[in-house]
């Protein structure tokens, strides 16, 4: 598998989801995220820097899916819940807030009717 410093999520994926959340009247942002090897690996200076470059979120999982789909040859595509949110001086976690529960769960029902209505072959 090649190195690179990009990953990206299938934009097919991206469109399609879009829709429908669009269709169920549910905001998002859709953006670019820094994906880390470990947790708490986000530097002050770091955390800076990929703010001025447009970075919304912060995760561990995604470049490596994007690019083990990319080498199977298959989609994928990652959505974020923004459960904690990461300040240049601090860390606020709501993974407990009523709110996030709420709109995971919509999110969920979104997706479970895509797989189930779509073939992405």
């Not at 399609?16 to 009247?25: A, C, V």
């Not at 529960?101 to 999110?107: E, F, H, M, Q």
Request: glycine share 4%; proline share 1%.
């Amino acid at each position: 598998m090649q190195t690179a410093v990009y990953s990206c999520s299938n934009s097919d994926l991206i469109k399609i989801i879009s829709q429908e959340l669009n269709n169920e009247n549910i905001s998002f942002h859709k953006g670019s995220s820094w994906t880390t090897d470990a947790i708490f690996r986000e530097t002050k200076e770091k955390f800076i820097e990929f703010k001025k470059e447009g970075i919304l979120t912060v995760d561990m999982e995604s470049a490596a899916i994007f690019s083990i789909c990319k080498h199977f040859g298959v989609l994928g595509t990652s959505i974020f819940f923004i459960s904690d949110i990461l300040k240049e001086n601090s860390w606020c976690p709501s993974y407990y807030d009523y709110d996030f529960s709420v709109n995971a769960y919509s999110i969920f029902k979104i997706l479970n009717k895509l797989v189930k209505e779509k073939s992405f072959n």
